[in-house]
């Protein structure tokens, strides 16, 4: 594996040296750098063309200036990477990294969800094939990926913030409207469960009930104004997590599994007092760090109580358990900090604009729940487009596995439907899933220009398509260095995952 690497990662420096070569030449000829300074009517202008002139080295030819560029990110290796100027003269590197710290945190939020449901939604849809719930999720998922990315932005802007902040005022509906959308989520969950007819009602009727009595106490208890999971949402949420991780993982037929990953919930739940304590003196990132510690030993401590000869199947889905555990007691503790959201905003904490709300200090907590309310548009933005994707990518390539000859030797062999699914169908079904995730990781990154040009974030994607319109070479060097190192990674990532999906493969 380790000659793999070192020829692959030999591979990608001939690559990014041979594709920035011609970039580079390519751009330079695009346009003029001293287009705006010609057109000046500055006494200086002569001053200025000269200084820009010696800053970007544009007296040297574009085919040996890229070998003065080069030698700047070259000294990446000694420590001082230099990537020149901008037309403004800026210095890239400074400008590029407030950029590409903005793109980060939206890509990755978008690309993990996105993923995630797109792939859940995707194995859903082919094990309940040709359903009405497939029916149906197909419908949705090829109508968000054919519109364009800036019409749902705007749309998200319109009525997913300015709406939901004017609803913020007086967050009251009429109660046909809640019974109204209780009957739509029922019928949702319904389809999704499936079964017969008599399953389907039963089904329909309990969902209902559960969606509208939801309903009405996020109306009238003021739920929406100060938000709180508290000890029994963390209970029931993580109990709900630790069901789904022991049907994925052992089936509930497993005592020692469930037992186990039933703790891991319990105990989280229970340690939701305590940790206020630390959350109020300790309110920085070390505490987020205990809280995930904490969960994880007590995953630990859980597996070889209970685990035995599962002890290692006990470890896996309970480690699982207690980080979503950890996750919701963070959670809850920044929702405590929505009522001050709130209040600093005027009452319209779902953000437009920006990263972040201008001269906004406070913990850590405020912090963060003004990060979400920032992110949360862009994200859902860049998610719908990609999950529309994924989730048929996923679908058809679980259905084409379902078919081949070893699944049904599993299936003959007397093995339970959730072992074939799981051990056997999904990780060759992930496959083309990990070769396209590693392709679309660089493009998101750096072709997010148009969603972050509507929220107005100045990631890397906004900051390229600028940069390309004012002739600014050194920047779009920049942009598409790092875009291809980061697609070239996760693409060594990708190859590399494959023998871990499929014990056939071998990296030699």
Do not use: C
């Amino acid at each position: 594996m380790f000659s793999y690497i070192v020829r692959r990662l030999l591979q990608a420096v001939l690559i990014v040296f041979a594709a920035s070569y011609l970039i580079y030449v390519l751009a330079a000829n695009a346009g003029d750098p001293l287009e705006d300074l010609h057109g000046s009517t500055a006494p200086n202008k002569q001053q200025l063309i000269a200084l820009r002139t010696e800053q970007l080295h544009l007296d040297v030819s574009p085919f040996l200036r890229y070998f003065i560029w080069l030698g700047g990110v070259l000294k990446v290796f000694t420590g001082n990477i230099d990537l020149g100027y901008t037309n403004r003269g800026q210095e890239v590197a400074a400008v590029v990294s407030t950029g590409i710290a903005q793109s980060v945190q939206l890509v990755f939020a978008a690309t993990f969800l996105a993923l995630f449901l797109g792939v859940a939604i995707g194995m859903a849809t082919a094990l309940r094939q040709y359903s009405g719930f497939d029916y149906t999720v197909t419908f949705i998922a090829f109508v968000f990926f054919s519109l364009p990315v800036f019409w749902i932005a705007s749309l998200l802007k319109m009525y997913l913030a300015i709406g939901f902040n004017d609803f913020l005022a007086h967050p009251e509906a009429p109660p046909w409207l809640v019974v109204l959308i209780g009957l739509v989520l029922g019928f949702v969950w319904a389809s999704i469960v499936g079964g017969g007819a008599r399953k389907y009602f039963l089904n329909f009727g309990v969902a209902t009930v559960v969606f509208i009595v939801g309903l009405f106490g996020i109306l009238y208890t003021g739920w929406l104004i100060a938000p709180q999971l508290g000890i029994v949402g963390v209970l029931l949420l993580g109990i709900g997590a630790a069901v789904a991780m022991i049907y994925l993982t052992a089936g509930f037929g497993n005592r020692r599994v469930t037992g186990a990953t039933l703790t891991v919930a319990v105990v989280g739940a229970i340690l939701w007092w305590p940790m206020q304590f630390l959350y109020y003196y300790l309110p920085n990132e070390w505490s987020i760090v205990i809280t995930f510690a904490a969960m994880v030993v007590v995953a630990i401590i859980a597996a070889f109580a209970w685990g035995g000869e599962e002890r290692g199947l006990s470890l896996r889905s309970g480690i699982l358990t207690g980080l979503i555990s950890a996750l919701l007691l963070v959670v809850d503790r920044i929702m405590g900090a929505w009522p001050d959201l709130i209040a600093f905003t005027s009452g319209r904490p779902i953000a437009t604009i920006g990263p972040a709300t201008p001269n906004l200090n406070g913990s850590i907590w405020l912090e963060s729940a003004d990060r979400f309310a920032h992110l949360l548009l862009p994200t859902l933005a860049l998610m719908l487009i990609s999950l529309a994707g994924w989730s048929r990518y996923s679908r058809a390539s679980l259905l084409e596995v379902m078919g081949q000859d070893y699944v049904r030797t599993a299936r003959a062999k007397g093995l339970p439907e959730r072992t074939v699914v799981m051990r056997h169908a999904f990780r060759n079904a992930m496959i083309p899933i990990v070769t396209l995730v590693a392709f679309d990781i660089g493009g998101i990154i750096g072709g997010a220009a148009i969603t972050e040009t509507v929220f107005a974030w100045n990631g890397v994607g906004r900051m390229f398509v600028q940069a390309v319109i004012a002739v600014d070479l050194n920047t779009v060097m920049a942009i598409f260095i790092i875009t291809s190192i980061v697609t070239l990674f996760f693409n060594l990532l990708a190859d590399l995952s494959y023998s871990l999906l499929d014990p056939r493969i071998r990296v030699n």
